[in-house]
T-cell receptor, first 112, second 112 residues
Framework: DADVTQTPRNRITKTGKRIMLECSQT?????MYWYRQDPGLGLRLIYY???????NKGEISDGYSVSRQAQAKFSLSLESAIPNQTALYFC???????????FGAGTRLSVL | SQQGEEDPQALSIQEGENATMNCSYK?????LQWYRQNSGRGLVHLIL?????REKHSGRLRVTLDTSKKSSSLLITASRAADTASYFC????????????FGKGTKLSVKP
């Protein structure tokens, strides 16, 4: 089984809908991250969390929210999806800030 | 931009040749990491080099770091078709802002 699991793997939705992407990990790491990847732009950090009570905005948090339900679970929500949120979304974990990150397989989201 | 910048953006070589990718950055680092991404998949960590190290090897991979020039290179020797992927550098910043910052990647194509 994968150490970092993202669900769903693919999602197509319509403009204005609320979407939740889920991430769970079995690595026992405190730090979890949500990234967005667009062609030619690399990875951009949306939100990160250092523990259940510590959530921080990243580079591009507008239009997104997160919930850290437990050490192992970190969810990303799009409250009202818009087409320019069409992208590949990744969850990652690490055991210390600036350390090696372990990625999930990604969620490909299309907003029509 | 705080991002590391990879060069070239794309590289096409024949199987058996060596592939060299470069990464430049602008501010101080604690470490520099290289990741690989197969098409549409999650990133996988390859190698981490600390700011006080100059060279590191892992199998067919060799990473160098020149902190005076703020640059790193990833060399893949005797490339194989299976090495076809995108390669990203990520810097672990110095100081209190410790989240990894990813570059935009080099897309490597190894032709059989």
């Amino acid at each position: 089984d994968a150490d970092v699991t993202q669900t769903p793997r693919n999602r197509i939705t319509k403009t204005g809908k609320r979407i939740m992407l889920e991430c769970s990990q079995t690595k026992g790491h405190d730090r979890m991250y949500w990234y967005r990847q667009d062609p030619g732009l690399g990875l951009r950090l949306i939100y990160y969390s250092f523990d259940v009570k510590d959530i921080n905005k990243g580079e591009i948090s507008d239009g997104y929210s997160v919930s850290r339900q437990a050490q192992a679970k970190f969810s990303l929500s799009l409250e009202s999806a818009i087409p320019n949120q069409t992208a590949l979304y990744f969850c990652a974990t690490s055991d210390f800030q600036g350390g090696i990150q372990y990625f999930g397989a990604g969620t490909r989201l299309s907003v029509l | 931009s705080q991002q590391g910048e990879e060069d070239p953006q794309a590289l096409s070589i024949q199987e058996g040749e060596n592939a060299t990718m470069n990464c430049s950055y602008k501010t101080s680092i604690n470490n520099l990491q290289w990741y690989r991404q197969n098409s549409g998949r999650g990133l996988v960590h390859l190698i981490l080099i600390r700011s006080n190290e100059r060279e590191k090897h892992s199998g067919r991979l060799r990473v160098t770091l020149d902190t005076s020039k703020k640059s790193s290179s990833l060399l893949i020797t005797a490339s194989r078709a299976a090495d076809t992927a995108s390669y990203f550098c990520a810097r672990g910043p110095g100081g209190s802002q410790g989240n990894l910052i990813f570059g935009k990647g080099t897309k490597l194509s190894v032709k059989p």
